[in-house]
């Protein structure tokens, strides 16, 4: 109705203040009222005066009359304000509720300053704060009162003050001109509010105090916004000084605390902090809090308006000004781009700020305070390099004036362990890299300068000179190594106990958990264990407190997170292994404590609320006061310090960390409460985060007195073992990991214990699936540990869980496929492992305990498939005994003996039972009863008999495993007479198994044979011409075709093995030649069996070793040469080239010999290339053991076949085998025949009219280069001649058109060819380079090599670079600058004279060739086939160029060089991009200029346009004018390596070789110039690698990203920090504003050209349309790339 009512506005109003007015007089006549009746007249008074106040709020704009205003105050305010003066006002009441209405609105702003008819001098909101602003007003109601004058502050000045026409109040104080002059400006509601400023400061500063007052962190550190927003706004009408300070004094501590984070909040109080400090007395007393705000205050709002606290403060105090400027300047933003700080300003402020501590005489520290913490705050939170680089020169720079002026004591505590070391170990938790690094610097750079005081000597002894050695360089290198390095050196000196206990705490505990907490770091397993050892040994330093918070400090991270579990594991551990204090005093006690008193996890819940008050109030002391109570204690009790210190170790562990661990341990999670069927899918982080406590409590209770161990360690494993019930993987996984680990910290002795825990808690389902695999995980964990007989306490209880496995039910359930696809632990059998570890370490009187079992399983059974397990199981077991430390020979020997012999007294309980077995009863006897049923009729028949004795021979394997293993492992030895002695009894039973009718017992007994034929037994002897017998008698039974399958195969290989043995080590006994004939027929079958081939070739070699010789054994050796080639088996070729060798070498063939090598000769066109290979080893083993004598005679034979086919076959690998062969013929001969081998090279190198021949020669002379490296000098007048002509480039001009390809293909190679063998002779003969006798050929050389630099083929580019870089390394660039000095100061005649006689090719027209080589170098970077190796070797050619080209040219940095509008660095005059020039330049090889260029490829490959073009012009265009060339310099180098980079990240981002490259050459540049020369060339040198280290893009690769960084740290170290963060800057700069240009140009082209900005968007998105595509044609299996021209040009 509100809308309704707007005509009846005056006579509602009239109506609810006559309503008011009436009812107000009645209750100040209540005395004439009835009492039943006051009720209701309040009650239609409150109604009223809520329906006034809905009035005044939904008509707001209503003109009220004077006369309404005026009814209005006498009827309802004044009287209603006059009654509340005396009385206690719990609520609002509804005359408070109606002025906080009217200051919420501008236009009844005059209604609060009306005046009182008899107190003209008082307003309303005088009378509202005197009445409801008392100390005795409720809450709420100061609440309300402080809303009305927070909307009287705020309302006055919001933007629509202006358009709001206040009321005509009559009585009006303001309106009358009574405030102050300088207030009479200020809103309406500001000037109410000036008088009572006192009252509301001293309301706000008992606010401030009330809460710093009450208890809590969150309580003490929370302000109200809307007491702060007062406070702020009405601080500025502050003219009280002592009221001011103490407000200031009260504001700034709440800045500095943590939990302030609002921005809001901040603003206000600074700005409050900023209008009060002006009235301040001396605003210096708050200035070291001012400046820590730099350092904690992070939003740009809040720490401008701190700038402006310190400019009021400047301005009350001139003598701060200069400060107070230079932190308004390092905390400028830029005006255009609001989102980056104003770097010019902030530089300059830094190097006024530089300069300033350079003129002082001693440490200002007004000034140093405040410029520390905001460098500081730029090293913590600005990302930018430059800016922080600054800062922490500006940090170092304060330190290095403190040690230069000798600072007082004063002053080191107040800048450095009250500043800056505070703000360094913020710095060092930082998770950021960057930060972490800075800070580890700027700590190095503190214990650097006062290294000589007590407190920094420990960290003092990690610095070293050798930055290798360095433990702060080292510990944020970038390779990991370095950081393990580091952390050795940490360790070493904690173990030496050098470094204070607290700095251990504050400054190396931070640098080791950014290591922990690193996602990169934290998957390399080396440093995290150096980590976890270093944590180890520094809490081995801690006094107790320190220790026990690093251990609680782990503790609790066990149940806070998943991840990381087991590194924190380790680290528990670690620190728990570090415990250092004494607690034996405490072990009479212990053991003299009821064990009540000692189980101490369970009585945690126990204890009288006494004690339980008076921990609750011992944890409420500070640290500093329990030190003082308990020296007290110690001092009047006179008790032993270290056994009070003790009792209180004792007295924290038990009622503190150990309760807290079990209740942890213990406590009930939700799986637990959901069915068993649920629990799977039930929340399990909890039980996961609770596992591993059990660890740490085990550890923790090892450190207390042994009783209490073991009364209190009995539930910990029950828990954990009670964990291994669960159904979720994770949870089991994890308790059996705990386990093992308890068991590893407790030691073996406590296995039994856990074995008893495990079988009590895990006992049926799927439950004893885990207890055997858990029973296997345990042993072996122990294995290092264990000892023999180490387990023959519970080694029964092992065996029945292991049989049960192997034997019982859970064999049938493993399987079934639905229990292993659900259990892990039922997939496999880990049973026959645990038997071989007992095995291992079973004692010797226990021997007959473990076999016991397996053969009353034997006895049992009848079942083929039980047996079989018996026999593996007794495999393993045999294993596990040959590993027994604790079993001598003699005793495994006659434990074997009573295996075979079966005289072994292994009685079973089933035996022992049929032997005292009742007889049956008599069935003529009555029955005792006639209830009992008669017996179950059994099936008629006789039942067949079943002997006991079925699987006797398994027993008898067992044993003859046992001697075998014993034979092969090296427990027995022939030497030793005792062994010998007691081996013959063997022999007889050995004998008596070859006729066995089981195979196995055949097989093993012939392999213990094999070892016995190497003894000298007397028995053997005896009998060795039976056994030889037998052993044929074996090969004629099983050893025919198709006879040796399945055991058999065994068998018959294992006697082949031992008739080698009887062969070649039984002197004594030789085989006659029809045996010998029988021998090789069946190694002649066996070759061919590649199942049987390995004993076929071992029986050959010893019937050559013995030297037999039967007509029939050079049929079977010229079979194995044919199989030697033929073979497609790389083993067997081996093997073939083996026997044949030793054929040829051992046997005396005569004639035959050269038909044998004749063989392996012609063998080399074999057209399968595995042949030939298999002939190139063979021919290279004959030219390797054959006598020289020999050799020399079949040299010639040899080298001419091999030569040709270095060229003929397609094979590299034959290539490579060919040229080995060769360089192995030539090292063997002697010098004239290898002179006579040249002379054929010499032969071919000069037939001219055959490619081939020249390239086979030049392949020929490398060879004989790398055979006689300085040697080979010698022979270069012959070779040097006809070299020049296969390089010349003239020859490479014609070429017709029909033969192009072919011949092309072979110029290619040729060239190549001849370039390589140059190389290799530089860099075997070096000192040919700078000799006189081969100048004017080398000279020559160079020439035509020059020319060559640009060819199109990739491996004719790297020939040329690789030349070149042998002429570079025999010059030096001091050489040449001092030549081209002479050269110009050298008179014209004396030069020409100098010119007729022969000069060295650099040295002649130097400068020339500097352009002509710098121009090529770079070119060949451009090429799209350059590889690592091409690259590095320009590089280094580039490198040595730029030496000289900077000490011939050193004054061109400053004229040389602009900067284009684009930010790339341009050269005045070039050459390259000079028409003139190019139209001029010197004609190319036919690689560029001429016809092979067009003919090929078009163009020189993996270039376009005149990329090859050379920078200059040659000799032939030196008619040019001298003005048109560009002198060569850095600047110019620079330019051509930048595009390069550029245009390499623009079209290839994911290739990045080239990138590298340039980076690469400009850090060795920069080493070069140093920091002297550095400083012209810094914009080029840093663009590139800015460009790569901003590069945030996906392509980004992170090993160039990782090498510009080190590159930028270069450039840092040797431009300096002020050059370096300048042109840092103004390199970022250029770039943004590059970025900038081209989006505005794309904007406008997309405005004032639509159609052209359609198009490059039409063409940008069919470019990625092709790119996809491209890509999947990619990935295509079937899809071939064509072969283009220029790809076998370049790749072939």
Known sequence: MGNLLQGYVPKVFRLLVAMVTSHTRILDSRHLVKKNLLQLVKKVRTLAMRRLLELFQQHDHYSFSQDEIEALFVGVVWPQLGQQRSEVIYQPTPLLRLVHLWSKNLRYHPLLSKSQPDQPDRNLID???????????????????????????????????????????????????????????????????????????????????????????????????????????????????????????????????????DHNAQVDILVTVGNLVRQVPDPKACWEQLAAMLSSLEGREPRGELCKVFAAVAEKDPSVKEIATVIHDLNTWDRKRVEEPDYDTRLSAFKSVNQAMRDWV???????????????????????????SNASYCVTQVLQKMEDASSSQEEYKKVVQGTILPLVRKGLWSRNESVHQESVSLLAAVVRTFSSRQYFQGLAQLMDEDVEKDFYQNITHIQHHRRSRALRRLINVCQTGGINPSILQSFILPITSFILNDPQLVKVDFLQHEVVQAVGAMAACLPWRGYLSLLLYYLNRLTQNLEGQKTNIKLIVAVLDAFHFDLSVLSAKAEDTPQEEEDILPKEEEKPEEEEAEEEADETVEEEDEEEEEDVVVMETGVDKEKAEAEMIFETLTNMVLPKLHKGLTQKVKSEEAHKKARLHADSEEELLRVPIALATVKLLQKLPGKVLRNNLQGVLLKVCSLLKSRSEDIRETSRSTLVKILESLGPTFFPQILRDLRHCLTKGYQVHVLTYTTHALMKSMEERLEPGGLDRCLDSLVEVFNEELFGKLSEEKEVEGITSKLKEAKSSKSSDSYETLAKFVSKTSLARLVLPLKEVLDSTQKLKTSRKVQDVMAKIVSGLMKNAGLTPDSMLIFSHGLVTESLPLITAQVKAKLSAAPPPDPRLRPDSCLILPPTPQRPGTKTHVSIKTNKHILVEFGLQLLHHCMKRGHLSASEVLHL??????????????????????????????????????????????????????????????????????????????????????????????????????????ILDYTRQATAFTLLKAILSRKLVVPEMHDVMGR????????????????????????????????????????????LNYNVEAGRESALEMIATVCSSFPQTLLEEYAAFFFVPLASRLINDNSAKCRKLTALAVKSLLDKVGIPTRDNLFTITAQWLQDDNKVLHQRLAAQLCSLFVEVEKLQFERRLPEVLPQMLEVIDPDRYETTSADEMTKQLRQEDHLLYSALSCLVKVLQECPIVIRGVEHRKDLNTVWASVQQHLLHPHAWVRLASAQLFGCLFAAWKPEELVAMETDEDRTPKKKRKLEEESVVEYLRDNTMQKLRDLSADFCTQLQSSYLDHDLANQVIKNLVFLAKVIRQVT????????????????????????????????????????????????????????????????????????????????LMWLFRRMNRLAKFEAATAPKETIKRSSVIKLLAAVAMDLGAAGIGPYLTFLMTPVLREVNNVTPQADPELKKLSQDVLDLLKTQAGVQLFSQVYAQVQHTGVARKEARKRRQAVEAVADPKAHAKKKIAKNLAKQRAKKRKIEEKRPTKKKKIRLADLAILQ
């Open 127 to 261: 009378d509202i704060i005197t009445t409801f602003f008392t100390p005795t007003s409720a809450p709420p109601v100061v609440a309300m009162v402080m809303e009305v004058i927070g909307h009287l502050l705020l309302e006055s000045e919001s933007e629509d003050a202006a358009d709001v026409e206040p009321l005509e109040v009559p009585g009006c104080t303001i309106l009358q001109g009574e405030t102050l002059g300088k207030d009479s400006e200020a809103p309406i509601g500001t000037q109410l509010l000036l008088p009572h400023v006192a009252a509301i400061l001293g309301h706000l500063r008992s606010a401030v105090q009330s809460i710093g007052k009450a208890g809590g962190r969150q309580t003490r550190s929370k302000l109200p916004m809307s007491e702060l927003n007062i406070l702020s706004r009405i601080s500025a009408y502050v003219e009280d000084p002592q009221q001011s300070a103490v407000l200031v004094g009260m504001l700034l501590p709440y800045l500095r605390r943590p939990a302030i984070t």
């Open 362 to 388: 001693a440490l200002d520290t007004t000034f140093a305070l405040p410029v520390i913490h905001n460098c500081f705050h730029i090293v913590l939170r600005i990302e930018d390099f430059s800016l922080r």
């Open 1450 to 1529: 050193p004054d061109t940095a400053q004229t040389d060089d602009v900067t284009d509008q684009s930010g790339d660095v341009t050269t005045q005059t070039d050459d390259v991009d000079d028409p003139s020039l190019k139209t001029d330049s010197r004609k190319r090889t036919k690689s560029v200029s001429g016809g092979r260029k067009d003919k090929r490829t078009g163009n020189v490959a993996g270039n376009t346009g005149n990329d090859d073009v050379r920078a200059t012009g040659s000799d032939e265009s030196t008619a040019i004018d001298d003005s048109k060339r560009v002198t060569v310099s």
């Open 1120 to 1163: 194995i040469a044919e199989l030697s080639i033929k073979s497609e088996l790389d083993n067997v070729r081996v093997q073939c080239r083996q026997v044949f060798g030793k054929f040829l070498i051992d046997y005396p063939l005569g004639k035959k010999l050269h038909r044998h090598l004749e063989f392996y000769v012609r063998q």
């Open 981 to 1086: 002695q007691m081996l013959d009894p063997f022999v007889a039973q050995l004998y008596d198994c070859l006729r066995s009718k089981h195979v196995k017992i055949v097989t093993m007994a012939m392999r213990c044979l094999t070892w016995f034929l190497r003894s000298p037994l007397p028995s053997l002897k005896e009998k060795v011409g039976k056994v030889a017998a037998e052993m044929f008698l074996i090969l004629k039974k099983y050893g025919g075709a198709g006879g040796s399958k399945g055991e058999n195969f065994d068998l018959v290989v294992t006697c082949f093995k031992a008739l080698t043995v009887l062969i070649r080590d039984v002197k004594y006994y030789s085989i006659d030649n029809d045996q010998l004939r029988v021998l090789l027929q069946y190694a002649e079958q066996d």
